[in-house]
């Protein structure tokens, strides 16, 4: 009996599960036509009030929209935009309306007057309609023109309200038909461009290596530009082939042209996903900062790491992978997982004079003892001239440059675990839309949770394209220097 009484209850759960799985799937349908209506009542030139409501509103007989309506909505639209016309002529002829133009305007502004009139009519009676069927009219104030959000935790709130049954704000339809985006199966909802804007100008402030990478914003998915082909400053290839001559008065000097190659980037695409509880969104300030820390946090280190390690395979090319890299090798005899004096005195050699002023320090926070413990001999007049020092802001330095612990490096002893680098010689892309976000509900309906989507399109690469053989000797200098394993 009870076996038999289990499996009664087993079925009966799975039943209201599937009814609710239905009643979910239904409900987004439905938000996927209400959306679709307000895109249709925005193409007929209404405001986001007047589409909300309108979307909102029963089917006239048959299930259509009045075909009437729309076409004296439409009406509106044309005339609006004629009388908008006409100034514009006058405005930029710098002169009044001509006779004929002023009549003009006014023959419209009667047209519209009495379109408005009959406007209002078609509405007092979807308004009836609504009220005969137990339908309701909600009304809402039209937020064009004032801050839509008061801040991302609240846009956040309103998502959750529509999924769970709690009523749709406007300002969602606003959002979501004003980017151009469909809500899709799970009924989604884009992010708001200002909130999505925060995060990335989150990144790029608090990022050690974001902030001095050279980036470029694009409108487009992919960018070719020239670049200067420099392999060697010996006479005859510097800036690619240009050659100064010592000439007499008079005498024209041979002609010589920069060499020029072409660099093409493709934006890659990095994305981030993240759950929010119940409980989280129940306190929209906390909610919109826990989610702004975490992805901006996440995608800083996606694409910081890209740099310093990225292959160029689907991915932004990292230091440690480029050409452009020069590496030095340990010293003699020299311990498994050190860094000893002489090899930050190479390090810092290889690097061209232009720039030793802009250079930094990437390291591996296992490097941190070894660094705090070098020191070269003591010189004349009994001064220690150290040049691992920390300075009276606490900030470790080598060489005079900062010393910067990111989790991107390598573990001591292996090769990139402490990289010398000039960042401004690191061409980074990005679209100039920024980060494209989304929320939705259904995802993790079950646990309660609200998903949040972000995506980022960028590419980077060193430039120079590889190492450069300097005028005298034959070490050659790079903007990226590393160190080689110690094992």
Request: charged residues 25%.
């Amino acid at each position: 009996m009870l076996r038999k009484l289990s499996g009664i209850c087993h079925l009966t759960a799975l039943a209201v599960l599937a009814a609710l799985f239905a009643v979910i799937d239904v409900a987004s349908r439905a938000l996927g036509e209400q959306l679709q209506r307000v895109r249709e009542a925005r193409g007929l030139g209404l405001s986001w009030i007047e589409a909300v409501q309108v979307a909102r509103r029963p089917a006239i007989a048959g299930g259509a929209p009045s075909r009437r309506y729309q076409d004296l909505v439409q009406k509106r639209l044309d005339l609006t935009n004629e009388g908008k016309a006409l100034l514009a002529k006058a405005e930029q002829g710098q002169r009044a309306l001509s006779t004929e133009e002023a009549d003009r305007d006014d023959a419209i502004h009667v047209e519209l007057v009495a379109l408005g009139a009959e406007i209002t009519r078609w509405e007092r009676q979807f308004e009836r309609e609504a009220a005969a069927t137990g339908g309701q009219v909600e009304v809402v104030r039209d937020l064009a023109g004032e801050k839509p959000w008061k801040h991302f935790g609240d846009f956040l709130q309103a998502v959750h309200r529509a999924h769970s049954g709690g009523g749709m704000d406007p300002r969602l339809m606003a959002v979501a038909t004003g980017m151009g985006e469909a809500t899709g199966p799970d009924g989604g909802f884009a992010v708001p461009m200002e909130f999505a804007a925060g995060i990335e100008k989150e990144m790029w402030e608090t990022g050690q290596i974001l902030s001095r990478v050279n980036e470029r914003p694009i409108a487009g998915n992919a960018i070719t530009f020239n670049v200067i082909d420099e392999k060697s400053r010996a006479d005859g290839s510097r800036r690619g082939g240009v050659l100064g001559y010592w000439v007499d008065e008079g005498t024209a000097p041979t002609a010589t042209q920069v060499k020029l190659a072409q660099v093409e980037m493709k934006l890659r695409k990095v994305a981030a996903l993240g759950y929010m509880t119940d409980e989280l969104q129940a306190d929209a300030p906390a909610l919109a900062a826990e989610l702004t820390e975490a992805f901006t946090e996440e995608l800083q280190f996606q694409v910081e790491n890209a740099i310093v390690r990225g292959t160029g395979a689907g991915q932004p090319l990292g230091i440690l992978n480029a050409a452009a890299l020069v590496s030095i090798a340990k010293e003699t005899g020299q311990a498994a997982n050190t860094i000893v004096t002489e090899n930050l005195s190479k390090m810092w050699a290889r690097l061209p004079a232009r720039s030793k002023l802009t250079a930094v320090w990437l390291i591996n926070v296992d490097t941190e003892p070894q660094l705090d413990h070098l020191a070269i001999a003591v010189g004349t007049g009994g001064l220690e001239p150290r040049f691992v020092t920390y300075g009276p802001d606490g900030i470790l330095r080598i060489k005079g440059r900062p010393v910067i612990p990111v989790e991107y490096a390598e573990t001591l002893g292996t090769k990139g675990d402490i990289l010398l680098t000039d960042l401004s010689r690191y061409r980074l892309i990005r679209k100039a839309s920024g980060i494209e976000t989304a929320s939705s509900i259904h995802v993790r309906f079950t646990q309660g949770e609200n998903t949040f989507r972000a995506i980022y399109r960028v590419d980077g690469q060193p430039l120079p394209r590889e190492a450069i053989t300097p005028f005298k000797g034959t070490n050659k200098l790079s903007p990226f220097v590393s160190l080689d394993t110690r094992a």
